[in-house]
């Protein structure tokens, strides 16, 4: 076994996707390791740390969400949801209590892969510190405080930049409506949606080739907003 290789934890009850997704995996050079139930994942969990889980939320036992809210008393693993549930309200709920990303079932291997990879990425830059986010033409970077496209530098006003900010510490990931408007503007205006359409408008016309037809900063309708990742950039290519 490939000790540098990242581990991850398959939390779902229905064997043939277990297999499924072993198998994916260890084509792309993880470690996998499995559970059936939400029991089973926190035993999992607390035994050995994993590099991901993928956990579906339909499990015996109880919901993932449960799992979910348990895991984020302690760890910071990433987290990808699996679900039939495609509804915007769960996609905000699951995120808001920590899930990093939420695909609907039924879904491609390679786009779960990308979103795995995606994930892995977040959480070495937030354990590294590393402190640029490359997006195609645009370079953010965040120890100075500065934004370029195509290597010129971009004038934004601090709440542009805020805005872009907390997308790149979570780039390729989805980060809610209600947690831009908190981190940006603070509680007081978590009903003020509003300000965040206009301000994503003004990104988009700062750091977008076409405006009208975004490829770094993507709408999750009804759920949020996330930088573009190596899925995307996948999926433009095919």
């Known amino acids: ?9 398959v939390v779902d009850d229905e064997a043939q996707i277990r297999r499924f997704l072993k198998a994916g995996f260890e084509l792309d050079g993880f470690v996998v390791h499995q559970a059936e139930t939400a029991a089973e994942a926190m035993r999992a969990s607390t035994l050995r740390a994993h590099d991901l889980i993928i ?5 015996p ?13 302690w760890s910071d693993v990433p987290i990808i949801v699996l679900s039939v549930r495609s509804s915007e309200a769960e996609k905000v709920r699951v995120l808001e209590l920590g899930a990093d990303d939420y ?9 779960l892969l990308a979103r795995a990879r995606a994930a892995l990425r977040r959480r070495r830059r937030a354990v590294s510190g590393e402190p640029t986010v490359q997006v195609g033409s645009l370079t953010i970077d965040l120890a100075r405080r500065a934004v370029l496209r195509n290597n010129a530098r971009l004038s934004l006003t601090p709440k ?10 979570h780039a390729g990931n989805v980060v809610t409506h209600q947690h831009l408007l908190r981190e940006v503007w603070g509680a007081a205006h978590l009903s003020d949606p509003h300000y965040l359409r206009i301000f994503v408008r003004k990104l988009r016309h700062k750091i977008e080739d076409d405006p009208t037809q975004p490829s770094i900063l993507l ?3 009804g759920v949020g907003y996330r930088l573009a990742g190596v899925g995307d950039q996948l999926a433009a290519s095919a």
């Open 1 to 9: 076994m490939d000790s540098s290789a990242s581990i991850v934890l």
């Open 55 to 59: 956990l579906d939320l339909g499990l």
């Open 61 to 73: 036992d109880g919901n993932g969400a449960q799992v979910i809210e348990q895991l984020r008393g």
């Open 103 to 111: 695909v609907v079932k039924p879904f491609g291997m390679p786009e």
């Open 160 to 169: 542009e930049y805020r805005l872009l900010q907390v997308l790149a510490q």
């Open 219 to 221: 709408t999750e309708l």
